[in-house]
């Protein structure tokens, strides 16, 4: 049946594709085929005013030859221009693309005046409850503060919420019980755009672009110097790879050849250059294998200091550094706790799942 459901949209698109491109492909040749009508036309109207002009002698069989090799050679320009308009006419229809993705508004009120923080802050929820279909809550009664310069360790099974959570702190929803506070001001008294500035979320998923090494970390920012971009590239452990690259950091990313441990460094270079205040880590490094891991999250831990952060993780190796552990279970908080307590309590959840492995949480 699911077969069938992508069959049939694949059907529609096709359709709309080829109605689409068998119209272009119409339109050009039409032109093609009107300038070699004019083309035509010129030159019988050169032979039918000159032939009669050499018969009485007023002009030589040569220059009129002149005058049919002159209108040849006046062709090419407007054969030229006719292409430059096709081109024109595809630009045009970028452009409206692009522009439609500019008009897109986010349904988010941006109504906050508060500009963003420097250096660490202090994350509070409050009893906080949050769905994205109606009564279907993904999280509720969430209650933590994560004081200033901490690191929180968020674990829990897949969909019990933890993305979720790290979506809430840079609003790319809105919550309507509870409250999200960052240095005691609700998230949503902050400019969206000033919030987003003190926040940076890395999760595994990393986009690079088609330009130079410096551009992909600054974010064509050119306001930042290349020393800055070089002390980050260090701090990450990337200088090496960054020296065995032709043309430094001007070079192109996509010869450039990056391993996935590479491009996940590169991410975090990319995070830490803002300098942001609180950092979420989703995930980040689950893609990579566990020797690349260990070299990155020695990485990390430098990083991290000096700002708030949540570190989601599914191996708890990562979270050895944490101060606290956050532990949901389907969207509600199943324990927290400040880490070394929770380790020392052998009744806790946490330290149940330090003995017999993560596994029985994930399963
Ligand atoms: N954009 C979304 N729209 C609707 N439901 C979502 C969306 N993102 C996640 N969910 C649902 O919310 C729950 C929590 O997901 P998520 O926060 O991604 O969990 P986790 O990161 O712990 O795996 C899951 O049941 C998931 O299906
Ligand atoms: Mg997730």
Redesign the pocket.
Known sequence: MYVDYVFSKYHDYARNEYQGYSKAILKSRLVTLVSFFIMGLGVTLVYATGIPLVEEGSITPGTLYLFVFYFGLLLQPIFELLRQIQNLQQADASIDRINEFFATKTVLEDKGEKEALQGPVDIEFKDLRFS??EEDY?LQEINFQLKKGKTMGLI?K???????LSRLIYRLYDYEDGEILIEGIKTKDYSLHELRKMIVIVTQQVELFAATIKENITFFDETISDEVVLETIERVGLTDWLNSQPNGLKTELKKAGLSAGESQLLAFARAFITNPSIVILDEASSRLDPATEVLIEKAVNKLLENRTAIVIAHRLETLEEVDEILI?DDGKIKEYGDRKKLVEDKTSYYSHLREVGIEELLV
Do not use: C, E
Not at 158 to 164: L, W
């Open positions: 994205y279909h993904v829990g897949t969909g019990s919420g933890k993305t979720t949901l």
